[in-house]
């Protein structure tokens, strides 16, 4: 099986119909919308208790949708309530050490994104995020996140990334969201 193969017919979700399958899981469980149309990827908390927290992704790409809905389910309660959860971020053009530093807190979000991709029928790259300074994804990092993976499958996913991926499966019509085989490490 390659790496995209999965036993069933691939349908790919669009941007509005992730945003559809998002809203249906967490819009009023979590107050949270998904919002497309950003210049910049941005998470911004609601500043009352009526507002909705929206998590904003690049223009209409879907790849940026499910890269961000991947890091509102690693952010935990406290991080939810922080502009873009307190992370640190330097922007493209980042050093050597600065790229080791984002490779390790970029793991689990893109081990989650991944499977995320393949639940919605499409396919996954390896962001390194730093065009600017020609410095692509490492192999450690390719191999962490295959690690990362694999250790979901075997173990499973944290709640609400386990409910975005079945909802997901659910609207593709992938049976079983978590199948090793659906992420070959040569597929990274």
């Known amino acids: 099986m390659s790496a995209f193969e999965t036993p069933v017919e691939r349908v790919a979700l669009n941007h509005r119909e992730l945003e559809s399958v998002f809203h249906e899981v967490f819009e009023q469980s979590y107050r949270t919308r998904l919002v ?3 210049e910049e990827p941005l998470y911004q908390p609601a500043t009352t208790d009526h507002d909705f927290h929206q998590i904003i992704y690049t223009r209409d790409y879907a ?39 984002f490779e ?5 979000p893109q081990a989650m994104e991944w499977i995320f991709s393949i639940a919605s029928g499409r396919d996954f790259r390896v962001s390194a995020d730093n065009l600017e300074a020609e410095l692509g994804a490492s192999e450690s990092f390719k191999d962490a996140i295959f690690q990362q993976v ?11 990334a386990h409910q975005f991926a079945q909802a997901l499966a659910a609207r593709t019509g992938l049976c079983t969201p978590l199948a090793p085989e659906y992420f070959p490490r040569e597929g990274l």
Request: charged letters at 30%.
């Open 36 to 38: 497309g149309g950003g």
């Open 104 to 108: 390790r807190v970029e793991v689990r």
């Open 150 to 160: 694999q250790q979901f499958c075997a173990e499973g996913l944290p709640p609400r």
């Open 63 to 101: 790849a940026s949708a499910l890269h961000e809905i991947a890091h509102w389910c690693v952010a935990g309660t406290e991080r939810r309530k922080l502009e873009d959860y307190g992370y640190w971020y330097a922007p493209d053009g980042r050093d050597e050490q600065q790229q080791t530093l």
